[in-house]
């Protein structure tokens, strides 16, 4: 059941003539921008990052050599023109090499975190139907040879495996020979799906969001006017390099299609960052609340002057107004707030924007030709000022996710209009102010886990009977995962054991539940609870009515 290449996005033929029109859509590709900047901006350093222990800075010229070395050597293997490849690569200059090579070369990439394990590659391989990998020899102390053995045991259809560093028995990418020859003459159709990008997965596993050439450029050089990112500027990714949001709001994709450079933290410690910003004078970076305070707090007493730094940006998590005066007291820059998703609409606060704006919105759409419908529990629209659900529907936002039909008709109203699963306030002045959300996942400091995959795991451990997985409000991750356990009766599993499930389950370390409460029956109060989601919510509050 291969997919049909080149992968598609269904808009309507009135929209798609409607975001040509506009200018939106400007028919560039992923590989047309970067060889033009190749040109434009040779000389100019477009990635600094550590690869391995060393540090490298390459400049626009030879990260276009090595995309085109990258996109020969995925050819040369094999892969034919539309194949999925899976990849996961830390925050290291070859993640850019990588990505690029396999648009070069007319492949797919799939993008993972370097957290993810056996399941959820194998999840992602499978539902992207891939053929390859590409992955590490180690990051942040992890072997991810191994890794990959578990994988392809599991998914002998991942035929071919590729290695940054030392590759044993796979393919070496450092081995990988420029030939010319064998690049595609043409660049890719630019309404043609560009890649598959994960969702924060609110039910059950992560969907593969498909995003094309068009649309996601559209949302990266609209970003760049909003942020003020030009040739001058200096962003850090400092959030996993695969996350959408270091990505493309406006991310390192952003930076690279304004010709500026793109500097890569290892971590987002203070300890790893500050150094880097003050040697590299960042002028931009991304961050999520968690980490915003820390960083605020860590400016304080650091040996390192940050005073390069001229905007920073915090979303994937509410940032409470309280936070956002920390932030700015603490990093003494702009604080721009930013909403977005990996299915596409993202917002901003204006840098403009007032003060009050700024701490307490989350900003507003990218484009006018953002759609945004704030509707009640039946569907029907409400009037700014009033909280309700968020449907959206845009020139970069997705119309259907891969190969999912059970989601598509759950995710998405009849018009094609996206169900954000927000709760959130419209202002009058068409800010939008997250109030919360309609779908039960943890929002632990910007990583979003379905609370049903994780009780999934849970009820597979032989002595759990039950098992209701919710959030609960933390001071430092903004959210951390309770699990309820009913034990099957006379066996009690110790906390620390189901801890280790999680790891013999091969799933990212953020997924294991941060605190586990044994109960004998999920009580009184939630007997004849028709839902889990009831259920969750009156679990979720007795926990607190006890604290
Ligand atoms: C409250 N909730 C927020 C915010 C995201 C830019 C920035 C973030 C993401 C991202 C992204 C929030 N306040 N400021 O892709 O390009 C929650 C919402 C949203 C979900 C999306 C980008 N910013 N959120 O976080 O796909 O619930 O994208 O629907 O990981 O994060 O998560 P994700």
Redesign the pocket.
């Given at each position: 059941s291969r997919h049909q290449y080149p992968l598609k996005q269904e808009w309507p033929a009135e929209l798609v003539q409607k975001y040509r029109e506009a200018g939106y859509w400007r028919g560039e590709t992923m590989t047309g921008f970067l060889r033009h900047n190749a040109s434009e901006f040779a000389e100019r350093i477009a990635i600094a990052g550590f690869s391995g222990d060393q540090w490298q800075r390459w400049t626009y010229a030879q990260l276009w050599n090595k995309v085109e070395t990258a996109a020969a050597g995925f050819l040369a293997l094999g892969l034919q023109p539309g194949d999925r490849v899976v990849v996961q690569i830390g925050n290291m200059p070859e993640f850019y090499s990588t990505v690029f090579g396999l648009f070069r070369a007319g492949l797919i990439p799939v993008y993972a975190l370097p957290a993810h394990r056996h399941t959820e590659i194998v999840h992602f391989a499978r539902k992207a139907e891939a053929s390859a990998y590409v992955t590490m020899q180690q990051y942040e102390q992890f072997d991810y040879r191994a890794l990959a053995r578990e994988v392809q045991a599991q998914c002998p259809a991942l035929e071919h495996v590729v290695i940054i560093g030392e590759a044993q028995e796979f393919h070496a990418f450092h081995g990988f020979k420029a030939q010319p020859g064998l690049l595609p003459t043409q660049d890719a159709d630019p309404q043609a799906v560009a890649f598959l990008?994960i969702?924060?997965g609110s039910t059950g596993l992560s969907k593969l969001i498909p995003r094309t050439h068009d649309d996601y450029i559209y949302?990266f050089r609209a970003s760049n006017e909003i942020c003020n990112i030009t040739e001058r500027s200096v962003y850090m990714v400092a959030l996993p390099a695969a996350?959408?949001?270091p990505?493309?709001?406006p991310?390192a994709f952003g930076a690279l299609y304004a010709g500026a450079a793109v500097v890569l933290s290892p971590n987002p410690s203070p300890e790893a960052a500050f150094p880097l910003i003050a040697q590299e004078q960042v002028t931009a970076v991304?961050l999520?609340?968690p980490l915003a305070l820390l960083w605020a707090q860590a400016a304080q007493s650091s040996a390192y002057a940050l005073t390069s730094l001229q905007v920073v940006?915090?979303?994937?998590?509410?940032?409470t107004p309280e936070a956002a005066r920390r932030v700015i007291g603490g990093l003494q820059c702009q604080l721009q707030?930013?909403?977005?998703?990996?299915?596409g609409l993202?917002?901003y606060t204006r840098l403009n924007d007032s003060e009050e704006t700024i701490i307490g919105t989350?900003?507003r759409p990218i484009s006018p030709g953002d759609e945004i419908l704030v509707v009640d529990d039946h569907g029907h629209p409400l009037d700014s000022g009033k909280t309700g659900y968020?449907l959206t529907r845009g020139p970069y936002t997705l119309r259907a996710y891969h190969n999912d039909d059970a989601a598509n008709a759950r995710s998405f109203t009849e018009d094609g209009f996206y169900r954000?699963?927000?709760v959130v306030l419209r202002t009058a002045e068409g800010y939008l102010i997250?109030q919360g959300?309609a779908t039960d996942?943890i929002?632990r400091a910007?990583?979003?886990i379905s609370a049903e995959e994780i009780e999934d795991h849970l009820l597979a451990h032989p002595q759990v009977f039950d098992a209701t997985v919710v959030s609960v409000p933390d001071e430092f991750l903004g959210e951390r995962s309770c699990a309820f356990i009913i034990a099957k009766a006379g066996e009690q599993p110790r906390a620390i054991e189901l801890k280790q499930w999680f790891k013999t389950r091969g799933v990212a370390a953020f997924k294991i539940p941060d605190q586990i409460v044994f109960v004998d029956s999920f009580g009184t109060t939630a007997v004849g609870k028709t839902s889990r989601k009831e259920l969750r919510a009156t679990l979720r509050q007795n926990l607190l009515d006890a604290e």
């Open positions: 990008q969702s924060g949302s996350h959408n949001f990505m493309s709001s991310g991304g999520v609340p940006q915090v979303g994937g998590a509410k940032l707030q930013v909403f977005g998703m990996a299915e993202v917002n989350q900003g968020l954000t699963g927000d997250v959300r996942h929002n910007g990583e979003k």
